[in-house]
């Protein structure tokens, strides 16, 4: 068991009350701004105070929302108090989380109610009303302001997972509640592609990417981070396809619901699209950012994020829900140098960093650029394979099918290989070994090594060279 609060005036704390329960999570942050509208304030009724032994009369509070299903299909919480004060508190949050919460002053008349319910959210003032209950998972005891010293003990006995004392905890029990109602399942697989340098062809896989997986049948979103980059949208000829585009989230903040937000987005072949309109907004919150690829990876399936070549807190909070982030690199020295510099401020914030090569100049023409390994090599990072040209994905580019969409071409193979094998600890096939050039000439080792400050082309285990 653990508190979920604050002591004094120090940061959101963790207390170990029990044997073998779980510790909880400290309060972090607001509830967000669907908190604070909430419904309208239920006053209960009955009598206050009085224990009840056994099952009780499941005497509802007046005005407290009915039992039922939560506007996008899960199951709400049961609610037990008779503090005013925090059943506002509590429908409030059940409002922000998208929740219908049962809502009672004792231990409900049908046992199954009881046992049923995802989630139970016992008030402090309730604690003493409900002991007799069976022990079940899911127990919550939540208070507001000064703690009695009882509650400890309280706690204990109906089994409380995490004591919470509101409104500091109030994020992280909104959280609770929301993952009651869309279902705590597996996240999705999210990849982030960045270019090494401009005009390395990043948004190009990054849509082929999402397309790929959702052809794959994966739900798929594909999240547009990089406002100065011209639209993922118009690469993917949906531009005028009806749906918010990020300018709409721009202050949003604490948790956005899942459904919610794959509902308003744009479906463009087979997946969500997540872009930007034409208008002077260029930039977005930090806070908007975690809120949005929380709910996207909530939905399961894949999120692929095509990224800015730039730092900056949006930036961060975007690379820190990665799973695996590509940075694709034209096997050019002037590329590898770009690269390097950007590889540098992706390394400490990513779980997992490997390097895309895009041949250089002429496919098929020995002698033209460097290796893939030496450009692994020259960054110290893992090759996850060559990018193939792929003319057909070069010429649809204005007004053809979208890049990855022709499920025969060089360019969708190579993406359902990546999506195949990026989990795994090696590196992807080289899909296109003719393009995988040799370096121009034979000073041009010398030259790399001059340029990187020492030998650094060995090739990294598992890389193709």
């Known amino acids: 068991m653990a508190m979920t609060g604050r002591r004094g005036e120090g940061e959101g704390v963790g207390r170990e009350t029990g044997s073998g329960m779980r510790a909880g999570a400290g309060a972090h942050g607001e509830a967000g701004g669907g908190v604070r509208g909430g419904p309208g304030r239920a006053r209960p009724g009955g009598p206050g105070g009085v224990p009840r032994p056994g099952w009780g009369s499941g005497d509802r509070g007046g005005g407290a929302a009915a039992p039922g299903g939560a506007p996008d299909g899960g199951t709400g919480p049961l609610i037990v108090t008779e503090d005013p004060g925090l059943l506002d508190d509590l429908l409030r949050l059940c409002a922000a989380a998208g929740a219908r919460p049962l809502v009672l002053h004792t231990l409900p008349e049908r046992r199954g109610e009881w046992e049923a319910a995802p989630l139970v959210l016992i008030g402090d003032d309730a604690a003493a009303r409900v002991d007799a209950a069976p022990r079940r998972q899911g127990v919550l005891l939540v208070g507001r302001d000064r703690w009695e010293p009882a509650v400890w003990q309280w706690a204990v006995r109906v089994g409380a997972e995490h004591v919470l004392r509101l409104p500091e905890a109030e994020a992280w029990l909104v959280d609770r509640i929301a993952d009651v109602v869309e279902g705590a399942g597996r996240s999705a697989r999210t990849v982030g592609v960045v270019g090494g340098r401009g005009g390395a062809g990043a948004s190009t896989l990054a849509c082929a990417l999402a397309v790929t997986a959702a052809a794959g049948g994966s739900r798929t979103v594909l999240v547009d981070a990089d406002p100065l980059g011209g639209g993922l949208d118009v690469l993917l000829g949906g531009e005028q396809a009806e749906g918010l585009r990020w300018p709409a989230f721009a202050r949003s903040r604490g948790r956005v619901a899942r ?23 260029a930039a ?17 399936g894949t999120v692929v994020v095509d990224l800015p070549r730039r730092a900056g807190g949006e930036v961060a909070e975007a690379l820190a829900q990665l799973d695996l982030a590509l940075l694709v690199v034209p096997a050019e020295l002037r590329a590898v140098a770009a690269a390097r510099r950007m590889a540098a401020v992706l390394i400490p914030e990513v779980r997992d960093l490997r390097v895309v090569v895009r041949p250089a100049g002429a496919p098929g023409v020995p002698g033209h650029g460097l290796a893939s390994g030496s450009v692994a090599g020259l960054l110290g990072l893992p090759l996850a394979g060559v ?26 193979r190579f993406c359902r290989e990546l999506w195949d094998r990026a989990a795994g600890p090696g590196p992807v096939p080289d899909d296109a070994p003719e393009a995988d050039a040799r370096e121009a000439t034979p000073g ?14 060995a090739t990294p285990s598992g890389a193709t060279a």
Do not use: I, M
């Open 259 to 281: 459904r919610a937000l794959e509902e308003a987005l744009p479906e463009v072949h087979g997946l969500r699209l997540l872009s930007w309109d034409r208008s002077d907004t």
């Open 284 to 300: 977005v919150a930090p806070q908007a950012v975690r809120a949005v690829l929380g709910a996207a990876r909530r939905g399961g």
């Open 444 to 457: 041009r080792g010398g030259l790399l090594r001059s340029a990187f400050g020492g030998n650094r082309t």
């Open 387 to 412: 990018l193939p040209h792929d003319p057909a994905a070069v010429e649809a580019q204005e007004t053809g099918p979208p890049p990855g969409s022709g499920p025969r071409g060089p360019l969708a």
